[in-house]
C-alpha cells in the first residue's frame, strides 16, 4: 500500500470563523411518526429528565411514545406553518437575518448555520455545513435568555459530542445566557409597547417562562432565579407596578412538583378576580413554537374566557425582529473579539495611519 503524499494534503494554517445558532427542536411534520422519532430523543436525553435510565426509559418507550403523540398531532397541526414548523422558521429566519447583521457589522462574509438539539436541522449537519465553509473557529448560540441544564447545557453536550468525532477539533466558545442583558431587556419591553400600541393595553400583564421541576433548582440550576430577574428588570423597564404583572411557569410535565406560580392555574385565578383583558408573554423564548403558540395563545386564551375573562392576548415571541437581531450581534461581539475585528471605517484608517506616524516621528527622534 502506497503512502500518501504529505504534499498533497491540504492544512490551512488559519480558517473562518463561524456562528452555531441552536435551539430545542420540533418533529418534521405534524404527525404520529415523526412526533415519535422527535418525543424519543427529546425525553431520552438524561439532561431533560433526571430520572435513573432504568426507571425512566421503560415509561418512556413503553408508554409516552407509543401514546402521547396522539394528542400532540392534533397540537402540532393547529399551529404548523406553509413553510414547516414555527420553531424552525422561525429559527432558520433569524440565523438568515443575523448572518446579513454581521456581514455588515465586521464587513466580511460570518457563516451562521442553524442547528436543534433534537430533531433537523442536526447539529451533525450544522457542524458539517461550517467545516465546508472552512470554519475552524465556532462560537455557539443556544438561544435561550435563561440558562438550565436541560436546555443551554443540552446544547453544549450535543455540540461537545459531535466535534469530538473530528481529528482536528474546532475551538469553540459559548454563550452561558443573557437573562439580564440591557440589549435584551430593551428589545422585549419594546415589543410590549409596539403591541401596546397596536392593540391597545390590557389590564395585566403576564409573563409566563417554561417550567422545570423543582428539584431541579435545588441542585443548583439557576434558571428560576434567572426567570425572576427577567420579569423584575422588564417589569422596571415597563414601568409596572407590583400587582400589575405576574411572573408563572408553564408546560409542567409528570406528577413530581415544578417551580411555581403555574401559568394555567394563574390565569384562571386573574379572570376569577375580575381581569378582563390579559396581555401574555414569554420571555423566555426567543422564537414561537408549540407552547407559546398551541399552550399559551390557544390553550390558555380559551381556559380566560371560559372563567370569565373577555379579551386575552398573546404578546409574540422576538422571532426576526430587527431589534432582536441586533441584540444577538452585539451580544456575540464579546465572544467574537479576536476572532473578527469590525471593518475599518474611512476615518478610523485615517486616525491610525496618523497615530502610526506620529509614533515612527516620536521613535525616530528618540533615538
Known sequence: MNSPNLTDIAHRATGRTGVLLMNLGSPDAPTGPAIRRY???????????????LLWLPILYLFIVPFRPKRLVHAYGSIWMDEGSPLVVFSKRQ???????????????????????YG????????????????????VLPMYPQYSGSTTAACYDAVFAEVQKRRWMPDLRTVGCYHDHPSHIAALSNSVR????????GDHLLMSFHGVPQHYVTNGDPYYCQCQKTGRLLAEALELSKDAYSITFQSRFGKAPWVQPYT????????????????????????DCLE?????????????????????????ALNEHDEHIEMLAGMLEAQLHGWLLPAPQTGDVETRLARASALETAFRGGR
Not at 124 to 136: D, F, H, M, P
Not at 264 to 286: H, N, Q, S, Y
Not at 303 to 315: Q, T
Request: charged share 25%.
Open 39 to 53: 418525543l424519543a430523543q427529546f425525553l431520552g436525553d438524561p439532561r431533560v429528565v433526571e430520572l435513573p435510565r
Open 95 to 117: 440565523a438568515a437575518k443575523l448572518k446579513l447583521k454581521l456581514a455588515q457589522q465586521y464587513g466580511e462574509d460570518v457563516p451562521v448555520a442553524l442547528a436543534m438539539t
Open 120 to 139: 433537523n436541522p442536526s447539529v451533525e449537519s450544522a457542524v458539517a455545513e461550517l467545516e465546508q465553509q472552512g470554519v475552524r473557529r465556532i462560537v
Open 194 to 201: 409596539r403591541y401596546w400600541e397596536a392593540k391597545g393595553r
Open 264 to 287: 394555567d392555574e394563574t390565569v384562571r385565578a386573574l379572570a376569577g378576580r375580575g381581569i378582563k383583558k390579559l396581555d401574555v408573554m414569554c420571555p423566555g423564548f426567543a422564537a
Open 292 to 316: 407559546t403558540l398551541e399552550e399559551i395563545s390557544i390553550g390558555c386564551g380559551e381556559d380566560f374566557v371560559a372563567h370569565g375573562g373577555e379579551r386575552f392576548c398573546y404578546i409574540p
